[in-house]
C-alpha cells in the first residue's frame, strides 16, 4: 500500500534568521466576538489568526466574509508593526462557504468536480443536506454543520454563529464541505494560485504565511505504515478530521477510495509547501514537531528548536 508521508520535512522559515526576541515569538489569536487587537498581535514575531477570528460579524454578513476579514486584520496588524510577519487560517481538507473564493467555486457547476457528494443511493444521511430555516435549499455536495453559523431555532438557540433571518452562503446551504483531491491539477492548481497565492493570501503585502488546518486519514495506509503521521485514525475516525463521524458512510466512500484521496491530497500539500516557500511565505505545518498540528499547535520545546 502506497504511503500518505509525502509532504515536506521540517523546513525553515526563507526570510533571514533574527537574534531579535521580540521577533522569535509566536502566537495564534481569535477574538470571536470582534477583531483582534491589532497592537497585541504586534508586539510577536509571528501571529496567526483563526478563520473564527470576528465570526459574530462575518457569520451575520450577507454573504458571509471569513476570509476578506482575515485580510482585514492582517492589514491592521500589519500597519502597528511592519516587521510582524501575519499568518491567516486556510483549509484545504474542507471547502468552506464563508470563504468567497471558495464559496464562488462550490456556487459554479463548472467545478462541481471539486467536491464529494451525498451517496445518491442513499435514502437518509446522518447530517442534512437541506439548510435548516429553508428546506427548499439543499445540496448534492457532502458537508456537515460542524462549527456552522446557523440561524438560532429554540432547539439551538446559541449555534457557533449566529445568522440573522437566514445564512447566506451562496447557493448552497451553510456547511462544511469537501475537496475532492482526486480532481488532481486543475484544484490544484486553483489552491495554490488563488486561494493561497490570490489577494487574500500571499499576494497580500500584510500576509506571510497560513495556519493550514486538518487533514487526511486512511487506515489501510496506516495498517501498511503506522508510523505515517496523524494515524491511528481518531479524529474522529478515517477520512477528514474533525468532521462528522459517519462521513463515509454518507459519502459511499470505499476504504480504498479513502486511502486514494488521501494520497491525492498528501500529493497537494507537497505541492502547496513548496509553492509557498517560492513565493517567501512559510506555514505552520513546515515548523519541526509540527506535522498535522491541525487546531492544536504543540508548544515549541528546547529540544525541538534548532540553531541556523
Same mark, same amino acid.
Request: proline share 7%; charged share 20%; glycine share 6%.
Given at each position: 500500500?502506497?504511503?500518505?508521508?509525502?509532504?515536506?520535512?521540517?523546513?525553515?522559515?526563507?526570510?533571514?534568521?533574527?537574534?531579535?526576541?521580540?521577533?522569535?515569538?509566536?502566537?495564534?489569536?481569535? =477574538?470571536?466576538?470582534?477583531?483582534?487587537?491589532?497592537?497585541?498581535?504586534?508586539?510577536?514575531?509571528? +501571529?496567526?489568526?483563526?478563520?473564527?477570528?470576528? %465570526?459574530?460579524?462575518?457569520?451575520?454578513?450577507?454573504?458571509?466574509?471569513?476570509?476578506?476579514?482575515?485580510?482585514?486584520?492582517?492589514?491592521?496588524?500589519?500597519?502597528?508593526?511592519? =516587521?510582524?510577519?501575519?499568518? +491567516?487560517?486556510?483549509?484545504?481538507? %474542507?471547502?468552506?462557504?464563508?470563504?468567497?473564493?471558495?464559496?464562488?467555486?462550490?456556487?459554479?457547476?463548472?467545478?462541481?468536480?471539486?467536491?464529494?457528494?451525498?451517496?445518491?443511493?442513499?435514502?437518509?444521511?446522518?447530517?442534512?443536506?437541506?439548510?435548516?430555516?429553508?428546506?427548499?435549499?439543499?445540496?448534492?455536495?457532502?458537508?456537515?454543520?460542524?462549527?456552522?453559523?446557523?440561524?438560532?431555532?429554540?432547539?439551538?438557540?446559541?449555534?457557533?454563529? %449566529?445568522?440573522?433571518?437566514?445564512?447566506?452562503?451562496?447557493?448552497?446551504?451553510?456547511?462544511?464541505?469537501?475537496?475532492?483531491?482526486?480532481?488532481?491539477?486543475?484544484?490544484?492548481?486553483?489552491?495554490?494560485?488563488?486561494?493561497? %497565492?490570490?489577494?487574500?493570501?500571499?499576494?497580500? =503585502?500584510?500576509?506571510?504565511?497560513?495556519?493550514?488546518?486538518?487533514?487526511?486519514?486512511?487506515?489501510?495506509?496506516?495498517?501498511?505504515?503506522?508510523?505515517?503521521?496523524?494515524?491511528?485514525?481518531?479524529?474522529?475516525?478515517?477520512?477528514?478530521?474533525?468532521?462528522?463521524?459517519?462521513?463515509?458512510?454518507?459519502?459511499?466512500?470505499?476504504?480504498?477510495?479513502?486511502?486514494?484521496?488521501?494520497?491525492?491530497?498528501?500529493?497537494?500539500?507537497?505541492?502547496?509547501?513548496?509553492?509557498?516557500?517560492?513565493?517567501?511565505?512559510?506555514?505552520?505545518?513546515?515548523?519541526?514537531?509540527?506535522?498535522?498540528?491541525?487546531?492544536?499547535?504543540?508548544?515549541?520545546?528546547?529540544?525541538?528548536?534548532?540553531?541556523?
Amino acid at each position: 500500500v502506497q504511503s500518505a508521508h509525502s509532504w515536506l520535512p521540517p523546513t525553515n522559515p526563507p526570510w533571514p534568521h533574527t537574534y531579535n526576541l521580540a521577533l522569535s515569538t509566536i502566537t495564534m489569536q481569535c =477574538n470571536g466576538s470582534g477583531w483582534s487587537s491589532p497592537r497585541r498581535g504586534a508586539e510577536f514575531g509571528i +501571529v496567526s489568526y483563526d478563520w473564527s477570528n470576528a %465570526k459574530t460579524q462575518w457569520a451575520a454578513d450577507k454573504p458571509m466574509d471569513s476570509e476578506e476579514r482575515m485580510l482585514r486584520q492582517a492589514e491592521m496588524t500589519s500597519a502597528q508593526n511592519p =516587521n510582524t510577519r501575519v499568518f +491567516v487560517y486556510r483549509n484545504l481538507v %474542507k471547502a468552506l462557504p464563508w470563504f468567497g473564493s471558495v464559496r464562488e467555486k462550490l456556487d459554479d457547476p463548472a467545478y462541481s468536480g471539486w467536491f464529494l457528494r451525498f451517496d445518491p443511493s442513499r435514502s437518509s444521511y446522518h447530517v442534512p443536506t437541506c439548510a435548516a430555516e429553508n428546506h427548499t435549499k439543499c445540496s448534492v455536495f457532502y458537508h456537515d454543520q460542524e462549527q456552522t453559523p446557523q440561524v438560532p431555532t429554540a432547539a439551538n438557540p446559541e449555534p457557533p454563529g %449566529k445568522c440573522n433571518g437566514f445564512c447566506d452562503c451562496g447557493t448552497q446551504p451553510c456547511g462544511e464541505y469537501l475537496f475532492d483531491h482526486r480532481n488532481g491539477s486543475m484544484l490544484r492548481n486553483w489552491l495554490i494560485n488563488e486561494h493561497l %497565492k490570490g489577494a487574500t493570501g500571499l499576494g497580500s =503585502n500584510s500576509i506571510s504565511g497560513f495556519f493550514m488546518d486538518d487533514y487526511w486519514c486512511s487506515n489501510l495506509i496506516c495498517q501498511s505504515d503506522a508510523s505515517v503521521p496523524g494515524c491511528p485514525c481518531k479524529d474522529p475516525v478515517q477520512g477528514p478530521t474533525e468532521i462528522d463521524r459517519y462521513s463515509q458512510q454518507d459519502m459511499g466512500l470505499s476504504d480504498s477510495d479513502i486511502r486514494d484521496i488521501t494520497i491525492a491530497w498528501n500529493e497537494t500539500m507537497t505541492a502547496v509547501e513548496s509553492a509557498i516557500l517560492e513565493a517567501r511565505g512559510y506555514t505552520w505545518w513546515l515548523m519541526d514537531g509540527q506535522l498535522n498540528a491541525n487546531a492544536f499547535p504543540e508548544f515549541l520545546r528546547r529540544e525541538t528548536c534548532h540553531s541556523t
